[in-house]
């Protein structure tokens, strides 16, 4: 969430001036036209990332603990469910953004 439109108003006994709130949201409107897109396919490939890291971070702790690096269970046991929780909600995603496609397909024009 962008605040610095926030920290830039002008204010008037601690109320900010319909002036300054005009401009501001003219300014934020200007920025807004490419920057919704970019913003969400950029928070997208964040977590899938994310996601990846969790996987490896899973995978590099079953191995550890099949060679005997490692006897701890808890460690291992916070890296599968992280794992399967941040997959869970990547997919989830993804058939979210397929189904909305899809509705996008069908309108009639």
Same mark, same amino acid.
Do not use: C, W
């Given at each position: 969430?962008? /605040?610095?439109?926030? @920290?830039? %108003? =002008?204010? &008037?006994?601690? &109320?900010?001036? &319909? ?12 920025? !807004? ?8 396919? *950029?928070?997208?490939?964040? *977590? ?6 969790? %996987? ?13 690096? @490692?006897? *701890?269970?808890?460690?291992? @046991?916070? !890296? %599968? =469910?992280? !794992?399967? @929780?941040?997959?869970?909600?990547? &997919?989830?995603?993804?058939?979210? /953004? ?7 397909? =069908?309108?009639?024009?």
């Amino acid at each position: 969430m962008d /605040l610095s439109a926030i @920290t830039s %108003l =002008q204010k &008037v006994d601690g &109320v900010p001036s &319909v002036g300054s709130m005009t401009g501001v949201l003219a300014e934020k409107d200007k920025k !807004a036209d490419g920057t919704l897109f970019d913003t969400f396919l *950029n928070t997208a490939i964040d *977590n899938i990332k994310t996601t990846n890291s969790y %996987l490896s971070d899973a995978e590099d702790e079953e191995i550890k603990f099949a060679l005997g690096e @490692t006897d *701890n269970t808890h460690d291992l @046991t916070i !890296a %599968l =469910q992280k !794992a399967s @929780t941040a997959l869970q909600y990547t &997919v989830a995603i993804r058939d979210k /953004l397929l189904e909305a496609y899809k509705e996008i397909m =069908q309108i009639q024009i």
